[in-house]
């Protein structure tokens, strides 16, 4: 079977990995560079907590990935399950926080209520007025910078071609499949992958798809480095969208924070998202009632990154309704790092067998068309 991929971010490089893995004749075309999409610019989260319900399936099959990651490609993509603890700082929020753990446990997901004591005493400097938080022990983090040349370089070595800075200038379906012309010649095949991210909608609406995706930047920021101190992913629960931050240490002593920050509208053309500096004493506000001493460390860098979100904050996965032989992974609303892995495996999955363990169907790409009633 030869299978187009477009779009060489986590999902694409992921899907091509699995599927060369599944005997797939893989073509990954990608216009820019590998992994230089929404996926370089995410701050790294591989957190299953707070994950909608329906996505926990894909959320486990993908955590398994991650930590097989560096067996599998052959590289140490700094996956670390150092856990991931969420700090709650009002009564309403630890409310909604045990009616999400007493709803995820039945999908498999165990979360710790942690006390203020155990608090200061586990993670000493977090959230000193904390009335409580969750803790998730094998979550954690990976690095958005190595994930995507591990995924390409491992699907390569399986015999994937992957073609970059190949603008693609049609997409046609013929008798035989798929033909692509690219600025690098033109691919055919019998099946094409749509993982463009915030361009998915684009290549969809060609074939008659409509899909309501926004492309919006995320803003995130990273400190200095210093003394490696703080092990596990930080965040919140809160109904209040201006405290909703999140922070985690690298191993190498910088500290990298988001959320909090609105996430502005972003062009698709070019479909540069950058970061706005006014943005940013609003936000270290927010991180700072997780982490005080952030008051007294230099931030040396922020950015953002072009992320697809669909309305209802879903992605779009699976066959396409209207093309026998094309199927979507895109939209991944800002969650779609934790996913990265699981998506490829499940796509090559179904690309190859016609069948996916996973359920997939509320991602189903006409779940927004009148005649779906939706
Ligand atoms: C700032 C930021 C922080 C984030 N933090 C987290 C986090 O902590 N945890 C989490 O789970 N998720 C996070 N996310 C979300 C996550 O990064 C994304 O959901 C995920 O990386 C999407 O991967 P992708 O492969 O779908 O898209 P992308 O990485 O954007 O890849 C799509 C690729 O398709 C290419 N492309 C587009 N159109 C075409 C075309 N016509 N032909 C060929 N190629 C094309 C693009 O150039 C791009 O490289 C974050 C996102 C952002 C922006």
């Not at 329906?54 to 599998?72: T, Y």
């Not at 699907?155 to 693609?168: H, Q, T, Y």
Request: with cysteine; proline share 6%; glycine share 12%.
């Amino acid at each position: 079977m030869d299978v187009i991929v477009l779009g060489g971010g986590l999902m694409g490089a992921a899907s091509a990995y699995f599927l060369a893995r599944r005997g797939a004749r893989v073509t990954l075309i990608e216009r820019k560079r590998i992994g230089s999409g929404a996926t370089v610019a995410s701050f790294g989260n591989i957190r299953r907590s707070g994950r909608y319900l329906s996505q926990l399936p894909l959320a486990h099959r993908s955590l398994r990935l991650w930590g097989e990651a560096e067996k599998m490609l052959g590289r140490d993509v700094e996956f670390r399950a150092t856990g991931h603890i969420r700090l709650i700082f009002d009564e309403g929020s630890l409310a909604d926080m045990r009616a999400y753990a007493e709803a995820a446990r039945p999908c498999g997901l165990d979360l710790e209520e942690i006390s203020p004591r155990e608090i200061s005493a586990r993670f000493p400097g977090l959230g000193p007025d904390a009335i409580a938080a969750s803790f998730s022990p094998r979550d954690g983090s990976g690095n958005p910078r190595l994930i995507v040349p591990a995924f390409a370089e491992a699907a390569r070595k399986l015999g994937a071609d992957i073609i970059e800075e190949a603008d693609v200038e049609t997409i046609k379906h013929t008798s035989a499949g798929f033909l692509v012309a690219t600025a690098k010649g033109a691919f055919a095949a019998e099946c094409l992958l749509n993982t463009a991210g915030a361009w998915g909608a684009r290549i969809a609406a060609q074939f008659g798809e409509e899909v309501p995706l926004s492309a919006r930047g995320p803003q995130m920021g990273v400190t200095e480095p210093l003394p490696y101190r703080i092990l596990p992913v930080i965040g919140i629960w809160t109904r209040d969208k201006d405290y909703g931050a999140y922070l985690r240490q690298v191993e190498r002593g910088n500290i990298v924070f988001g959320g909090a920050a609105e996430r502005v509208s972003v062009d698709l053309d070019p479909g540069h998202a950058a970061a706005d500096p006014m943005r940013l004493p609003a936000q270290l506000r927010a991180v700072a009632r997780l982490l005080p001493a952030i008051a007294r460390v230099a931030v040396i860098r922020t950015w953002s990154g072009c992320e697809g979100y669909v309305r209802d904050m879903l992605p779009v996965m699976g066959r396409s309704a209207t093309m026998p032989g094309l199927f979507h992974a895109f939209g991944f609303s800002g969650h779609g790092f934790q996913l990265g892995p699981g998506v490829g495996d499940a796509m090559a999955e179904l690309i190859t067998t016609g069948g996916c363990e996973t359920p997939l169907d509320d991602f189903s790409v006409d779940r927004f068309s009148h005649n779906n009633g939706a």
